[in-house]
C-alpha cells in the first residue's frame, strides 16, 4: 500500500491534486476560509506545500489583505484533512505567523 505525503504518493506517482482545487476550506474551528483554486508544489521533494485560495473570507483574513489582494497561500503542514471539505487548523484564524510561513499571495 502506498503512503501519501503532501498529496504525492510514496511511490513517486501523483494524487488527483486536481481534485482539490475548487473544494472549500474551513478552520477546524468550523470557519470559512476559502476555495482552493491551485496548489504549491515542492517539484524536488515531491510534496505539496501550499494551497492557494481564492474567494477567501475578507473578514477573516481583513488584517493580512494589501491593497486589492484577492487571494491568500495556506501552508499546506496547516491542513489537517481533506474530504468533501478541507479543514486547516484554526491558526489561520490567529494568524500568528513566523517569516517563514507565507500566507498571503
Same mark, same amino acid.
Request: hydrophobic share 40%; no cysteine; net charge negative.
Given at each position: 500500500?502506498?503512503?501519501?505525503?503532501?498529496?504525492?504518493?510514496?511511490?513517486?506517482?501523483?494524487?488527483?491534486?486536481?481534485?482539490?482545487? %475548487?473544494?472549500? *476550506?474551513?478552520?477546524?474551528?468550523?470557519?470559512? $476560509? +476559502?476555495? @482552493?483554486?491551485? !496548489?504549491?508544489?515542492? =517539484?524536488?521533494?515531491?510534496?505539496?506545500?501550499?494551497?492557494?485560495?481564492?474567494?477567501?473570507?475578507?473578514?477573516?483574513?481583513?488584517?493580512?489583505?494589501?491593497?486589492?489582494?484577492? %487571494?491568500?497561500? *495556506?501552508?499546506?503542514?496547516?491542513?489537517?484533512? $481533506? +474530504?468533501? @471539505?478541507?479543514? !486547516?487548523?484554526?491558526? =489561520?484564524?490567529?494568524?500568528?505567523?513566523?517569516?517563514?510561513?507565507?500566507?498571503?499571495?
Amino acid at each position: 500500500m502506498d503512503t501519501m505525503h503532501g498529496g504525492l504518493r510514496s511511490d513517486g506517482g501523483l494524487e488527483e491534486l486536481t481534485t482539490l482545487v %475548487g473544494r472549500e *476550506v474551513y478552520s477546524n474551528n468550523g470557519v470559512y $476560509v +476559502g476555495e @482552493v483554486e491551485d !496548489v504549491r508544489l515542492d =517539484v524536488d521533494a515531491k510534496a505539496v506545500t501550499g494551497l492557494a485560495l481564492g474567494e477567501i473570507n475578507a473578514d477573516l483574513l481583513a488584517g493580512q489583505l494589501e491593497g486589492g489582494q484577492r %487571494g491568500a497561500i *495556506v501552508p499546506y503542514r496547516w491542513v489537517r484533512s $481533506v +474530504g468533501d @471539505v478541507i479543514i !486547516v487548523s484554526d491558526v =489561520v484564524e490567529r494568524l500568528g505567523v513566523d517569516n517563514d510561513d507565507e500566507v498571503m499571495a
